[in-house]
């Protein structure tokens, strides 16, 4: 199983960006599905992004369609969520997370898809 460590998290004004940045320990993780979720208090963890292995195919929640960025950088086994444009709404606790399978890169992928998960890095867009 993949380890993941999130970090970049921290506190912006809205309409500030943030970086976040996705760790893996992992060779494998050059072949993995990746994602990046959120879940704010009282919310259920919902999609945010994922990317293909290759970084080739992206797909994004209508809500961040336009203003983040997911990329990765598997020599550095490393993934990335550039955030544009925050808003308040954004504010929520960001997940990486990784397939042990290839998955098809749509909207609709679920937290059941991903089988590795990182510890979270909190975001906070103030108004």
């Known amino acids: 199983q993949v380890q993941l460590v999130e970090s970049g998290g921290g506190l912006v004004q809205t309409g500030g960006s943030l970086r976040l940045s996705c760790a893996a320990s992992?060779?494998?993780?050059?072949?993995?599905?990746m994602g990046w979720f959120r879940q704010a208090p009282g919310k259920e963890r919902e999609f945010v992004a994922a990317?293909?292995?290759?970084?080739?195919?992206?797909a994004y929640a209508d809500s961040v369609k336009g203003r983040f960025t997911i990329s990765r950088d598997n020599a550095k086994r490393t993934m990335y969520l550039q955030m544009n444009s925050l808003k308040p709404e954004d504010t929520a606790v960001y997940f990486c997370?990784?397939?042990?399978?290839?998955?098809?890169?749509?909207?609709?992928?679920?937290?059941?898809?991903?089988?590795?998960w990182g510890q979270g890095t909190q975001v906070t867009v103030s108004s």
């Open positions: 997370a990784a397939s042990s399978t290839i998955l098809t890169i749509t909207t609709t992928l679920h937290t059941a898809d991903f089988r590795s």
């Open positions: 992992e060779r494998t993780f050059s072949r993995a599905t």
């Open positions: 990317i293909s292995w290759s970084g080739r195919v992206t």
